[in-house]
Nanobody, 120 residues
Framework: QVQLAESGGGLVQAGGSLRLSCTAS????????MGWYRRAPGKERELVAA???????NYADSVKGRFTILRDNAKNAVYLQMNSLKPEDTAVYYC??????????????WGQGTQVTISS
């Protein structure tokens, strides 16, 4: 059973920084794409940033230039460095990993979420 463990959320003032971490365990294979999503109160979950196994990245327009996604394939880990944080970044952040299946294709696994709160 694949499990994702997130850490690094918290409360910071606007302009501050946080680093989220997510480590996957239980996979027989190296992971495909990994990413961070967030859900703000009253809003739909949205993609924040994603990174492929080859380290190609994709960011939401709202975080470009402020957030950086990184991964460590040896550790099956993905990180989100968040700088210049704004109150509108307040949300629960979720890690997602695409895990290859033995019979082909992949399955998505999600972390439990970590709260990020930015005070103005």
């Amino acid at each position: 059973q694949v499990q994702l463990a997130e850490s690094g959320g918290g409360l910071v003032q606007a302009g501050g920084s946080l680093r989220l971490s997510c480590t996957a365990s239980g996979s027989r294979f190296s992971l495909n794409a990994m990413g961070w999503y967030r859900r703000a109160p009253g809003k739909e979950r949205e993609l924040v940033a994603a990174i492929t196994s080859g380290s190609s990245t994709n960011y939401a327009d709202s975080v470009k230039g402020r957030f950086t996604i990184l991964r460590d394939n040896a550790k099956n880990a993905v990180y989100l460095q968040m700088n210049s944080l704004k109150p509108e970044d307040t949300a629960v952040y979720y890690c997602k990993a695409e895990v290859p299946r033995i019979w082909g294709g992949s399955s998505d696994y999600w972390g439990q979420g970590t709260q990020v709160t930015i005070s103005s």
